[in-house]
């Protein structure tokens, strides 16, 4: 769970570009949200 919070951070800061990084943090969110609704569903985690 480490990852989702570390890969934005360092995907933005060699790029520095704040678009990307609300990019990362829309998409990152959204994995979550299908891991966590794929978990409830009796499907495991997508990573």
Do not use: C, N, Q, W
Not at 12 to 17: K, L, P
Not at 22 to 39: H, I, K, P, S, Y
């Amino acid at each position: 769970e480490v990852e989702y919070t570390v890969l934005p951070k360092i995907v933005s800061s060699s790029i520095g570009s704040s678009s990307y990084l609300r990019t990362g943090g829309l998409l990152v969110a959204l994995l979550m949200l299908l891991d966590f609704f794929g978990e409830e569903g009796g499907e495991g985690h997508l990573f």
